[in-house]
């Protein structure tokens, strides 16, 4: 079996159709069926069966795909690489995160790259949870993630900054004009929770701060996304933990928590990264540094451009 076979079946896989994978691939269909069989003829059966609309992996088919998936993705992620490191100053960096981070942190630093780096463009994989971005990494999905640190990662991580975590109420709220506010105060309040709140060792933080202080968190409505989730939070469904980025534009009220707590944001591969992705992760650090966590967000208002 060869690589252009195993990246002509994750092209069929990915497009759901022969017709539309042979022209990604700018190859004729029969080219492409014919490549398919032999590598279904190399592994000993079936890898795909052929439906009246589309095409779906076989149980056979279900097991060999992630391997080929991850062996295609590893050698695109080779060949950048190796471009960068050889000084190109063209080509393509994949970042992959969740959406919180690519409407927060990303916007900025990736406005200066397109600056510095007109000719290396940007491809975002976004994911509305840690786990899926997770998951997709270790896929070979992008060259590079961007969010809170991962759970029993493998490969390298790297601290770029500190996301300052506030509670979203709406304006006219008692508690927007508070210089901070204790969770212990907020035991009788409904709250609106996320699939992205901040985890720490294995739990959420919202559940372990509020279990030490006496108390359990009622939940009003659970949300995927968390600009979803501020939106409800500033409409007075219930009080929201989030970071204090988040809240650019949004006409919303934030407080501080008292004690202040800031999560760590971090970049994360499968291998040391270089070129490209070394200077993307340098790029985020300074950013962070020049004022990514001193700055504090309008408690009354949108946080400032």
Same mark, same amino acid.
Not at 9 to 36: G, K, P
Not at 105 to 110: A, S, T
């Given at each position: 079996?060869?690589?252009?076979?195993?990246?002509?079946?994750?092209?069929?896989?990915?497009?759901?159709?022969?017709?539309?994978?042979?022209?990604?691939?700018?190859?004729?269909?029969?080219?492409?069926?014919?490549?398919?069989?032999?590598?279904?003829?190399?592994?000993?059966?079936?890898?795909?069966? !052929?439906?009246?609309? $589309? =095409? /779906? +992996?076989?149980?056979?088919?279900? *097991?060999?795909?992630?391997?080929? &998936?991850?062996?295609?993705?590893?050698?695109?992620?080779?060949?950048?690489?190796?471009?960068?490191?050889?000084?190109?100053?063209?080509?393509?960096?994949?970042?992959?995160?969740?959406?919180?981070?690519?409407?927060?942190?990303?916007?900025?630093?990736?406005?200066?790259?397109? !600056?510095?780096?007109? $000719? =290396? /463009? +940007?491809?975002?994989?976004?994911? *509305?949870?840690?786990?899926?971005? &997770?998951?997709?990494?270790?896929?070979?999905?992008?060259?590079?993630?961007?969010?809170?640190?991962?759970?029993?990662?493998?490969?390298?991580?790297?601290?770029?900054?500190?996301?300052?975590?506030v509670l979203v109420v709406p304006r006219g709220d008692p508690l927007a004009a508070r210089e901070s506010v204790r969770l212990a105060e907020l035991a009788d309040r409904p709250w609106v929770r996320c699939s992205l709140e901040p985890m720490i060792e294995g739990r959420r933080w919202l559940d372990l701060e509020c279990e030490r202080v006496g108390f359990t968190p009622r939940t009003a409505v659970r949300t995927q996304h968390s600009s979803t989730a501020v939106r409800m939070a500033s409409a007075g469904v219930g009080v929201l933990l989030t970071a204090a980025h988040e809240l650019r534009g949004l006409d919303c009220a934030s407080v501080p928590t008292d004690p202040p707590w800031r999560r760590e944001i971090t970049v994360f591969s499968r291998v040391e990264l270089t070129g490209a992705a070394a200077e993307f992760t340098e790029l985020l650090r300074s950013a962070d540094a020049a004022g990514g966590e001193g700055r504090r967000p309008d408690r009354t208002g949108p946080h400032p451009g």
């Open positions: 079996m060869s690589l252009r076979q195993m990246e002509y079946l994750v092209a069929v896989i990915e497009e759901e159709s022969f017709t539309r994978a042979a022209e990604a691939l700018h190859v004729t269909q029969s080219a492409l069926s014919h490549q398919i069989k032999a590598l279904e003829r190399e592994v000993g059966g079936p890898l795909l069966e !052929r439906m009246p609309r $589309g =095409v /779906r +992996l076989t149980a056979m088919g279900r *097991a060999y795909f992630p391997h080929a &998936e991850l062996a295609v993705r590893s050698a695109r992620q080779a060949r950048r690489a190796a471009l960068a490191a050889n000084g190109a100053q063209s080509g393509e960096l994949h970042i992959a995160t969740v959406h919180a981070q690519a409407i927060g942190v990303l916007p900025e630093v990736c406005a200066r790259w397109t !600056r510095e780096r007109p $000719g =290396v /463009r +940007l491809v975002l994989h976004e994911y *509305a949870t840690t786990e899926e971005l &997770e998951e997709h990494m270790a896929r070979g999905v992008a060259d590079m993630a961007l969010g809170p640190g991962p759970k029993d990662w493998q490969g390298p991580v790297t601290v770029v900054g500190r996301e300052r975590m």
